[in-house]
């Protein structure tokens, strides 16, 4: 049974940065693709980064620069600077077991984990 935890969220002022991490358990973790979603109040599951079993990574354009996913035996991380108050959502781990990532689209990802929320405001 796979299990995602994510954690790290919390309140920061803008330019400010933190740093989620996301646990992984009763999956072939090394070799499946992982990836970071976030969905704000009213809008839609945005798909912010992801990275693959070879460690190729891909962004969202919104964050390219200031976001870094990386991961290491367990743990997916999403390293945040920078950031911006449009930044603010519940932020999601999820899952695809194939070795290359299916794009950022959410629906394509069969294993979710509960979130962490990001707040970014002055």
């Known amino acids: 049974q796979v299990r995602l935890v994510e954690s790290g969220g919390g309140s920061v002022q803008p330019g400010g940065s933190l740093r989620l991490s996301c646990a992984a358990s009763?999956?072939?973790?090394?070799?499946?693709?992982m990836g970071w979603f976030r969905q704000a109040p009213g809008k839609e599951r945005e798909g912010v980064a992801t990275?693959?079993?070879?460690?190729s990574t891909s962004y969202a354009d919104s964050v390219k620069g200031r976001f870094t996913i990386s991961k290491d035996k367990n743990t997916l991380y999403l390293q945040m600077n920078s950031l911006k108050p449009e930044d603010t959502a519940m932020y999601y781990c999820?899952?695809?077991?194939?070795?290359?990532?299916?794009?950022?689209?959410?629906?394509?990802?069969?294993?979710w984990g509960q979130g962490t929320q990001v707040t970014v405001s002055s």
């Open positions: 999820a899952q695809h077991p194939a070795l290359f990532c299916p794009g950022k689209v959410g629906s394509r990802y069969p294993y």
């Open positions: 009763g999956t072939t973790y090394s070799r499946s693709c």
């Open positions: 990275i693959d079993s070879r460690g």
